[in-house]
C-alpha cells in the first residue's frame, strides 16, 4: 500500500523560500511518476510540477523558473524547493504518485489538477504573506 506524507509547509512573506518534502513507503521514487498539486482556497486543485522515474520534469507556466521538483531515491523522496514565493503561491500543496509518465501525461497531469494520479498525500499548508 502505497503511502505518502508531506511536510514542509509554513508561513513565509513574498520573495521568501520552502522545500517541501514528501516521505512514501510501499513504492520506490525510481519506478513511479510523482507530483506536486496546490490548492488555493476556493479554487479547484492544480498542478504545480510532476517528475518520471527518470527524471524527465514538467512544470506549471505559473512556478517555472521559481520551482524545481526532484527526488532522493535512496530516501524515497520528493521535494520541492520553491523560491520567490509570491501571494497566489498560497495554498494546501499535495504530492501524489501514479503510474509512469511521458510528457504528454505530466502535461495531462498538471492541466487536470492530478487526476489520474493513484495514491495522495494529506497535504502541507504553505501562507505566503506580503
Known amino acids: 500500500q502505497v503511502q505518502l506524507a508531506e511536510s514542509g509547509g509554513g508561513s513565509v512573506q513574498t520573495g521568501g523560500s520552502l522545500r517541501l518534502a514528501c516521505a512514501g513507503s510501499?513504492?520506490?521514487?525510481?519506478?513511479?511518476?510523482m507530483g506536486w498539486f496546490r490548492q488555493a482556497p476556493g479554487k479547484e486543485r492544480e498542478g504545480v510540477a510532476v517528475?518520471?522515474?527518470?527524471?524527465?520534469?514538467t512544470y506549471a507556466d505559473s512556478v517555472k523558473g521559481r520551482f524545481a521538483i526532484s527526488q532522493d531515491n535512496a530516501k524515497n523522496t520528493l521535494y520541492l524547493q520553491m523560491d520567490t514565493l509570491q501571494p497566489e503561491d498560497t495554498g494546501i500543496y499535495y504530492c501524489?504518485?501514479?503510474?509512469?509518465?511521458?510528457?504528454?501525461?505530466?502535461?495531462?497531469?498538471?492541466?487536470?489538477?492530478?487526476?489520474?494520479?493513484?495514491?495522495w498525500g494529506k497535504g502541507t499548508l504553505v501562507n505566503i504573506s506580503s
Open positions: 501524489a504518485a501514479g503510474p509512469s509518465c511521458n510528457s504528454r501525461r505530466r502535461w495531462a497531469l498538471l492541466k487536470r489538477g492530478g487526476t489520474g494520479m493513484d495514491s
Open positions: 510501499g513504492y520506490t521514487t525510481n519506478s513511479v511518476c
Open positions: 517528475i518520471d522515474a527518470d527524471g524527465s520534469t
